[in-house]
């Protein structure tokens, strides 16, 4: 149980583009999924907490306009990187928390993107 | 906000050997720590975690001690094997409530490798 899936696990864009990665939870209701962001070699990096049916509550520093966040029902939450350049390149990992259960998030395989 | 510091950044060991990575955290309101064991270019898995109301706990080859009053946390690996080389992650979290909501702090990672 407690799997999370994501979409894509690798995408090639072109700067100035927009990239959708949707973050999924299988098997559990995820009133609340987090969006990290990890540079090589690098730990991982809250960029923004999603809750269900309310505003995205973004971490100092992340651009809001730039990282649109939707977390449209319990089980699907999305990341759109707008007008995307080379520095967004980067592993952009999701998690989830089952709602009531254990405070563990469970994380997502990652979507690697690479902007050209 | 929380600052969760972790040494070292990398250790070498031999097979058979045991592990030592350590934490510090800086609220003390923190209150649940997960450790998370990443391989190359995939998800972060939890490996063990702790509350604060308990100072060990042991999985096998796995435990993990917390001391709240030096606000630190250790990570035990025995009878290291091969594929236990990875990255590690500490991390903490002020668990409020069931709303899943609260937000996890992690430290820069500890790239082990051992050596067969």
Known sequence: GAVVSQHPSRVICKSGTSVKIECRSLDFQATTMFWYRQFPKQSLMLMATSNEGSKATYEQGVEKDKFLINHASLTLSTLTVTSAHPEDSSFYICSARDRGARPEQYFGPGTRLTVT | ?116
Do not use: M
Request: aromatic share 8%; charged share 20%; hydrophobic share 30%.
């Open chain 2, 1 to 116: 906000g929380e600052n969760v510091e972790q040494h070292p950044s990398t250790l070498s060991v031999q097979e058979g050997d045991s592990a030592v990575i350590k934490c510090t955290y800086s609220d003390s309101a923190s209150n649940y720590f997960p450790w998370y064991k990443q391989e190359l270019g995939k998800r972060p898995q939890l490996i063990i975690d702790i509350r604060s109301n308990v100072g060990e706990k042991k999985d096998q080859r796995i435990a993990v001690t917390l001391n709240k009053t030096a606000k630190h946390f250790s990570l035990h690996i025995t009878e290291t094997q091969p594929e236990d080389s990875a990255v590690y992650f500490c991390a903490a979290s002020r668990l409020i409530s069931n709303l899943g909501n609260e937000k996890l702090t992690f430290g820069t990672g500890t790239r082990l490798t051992i050596i067969p």
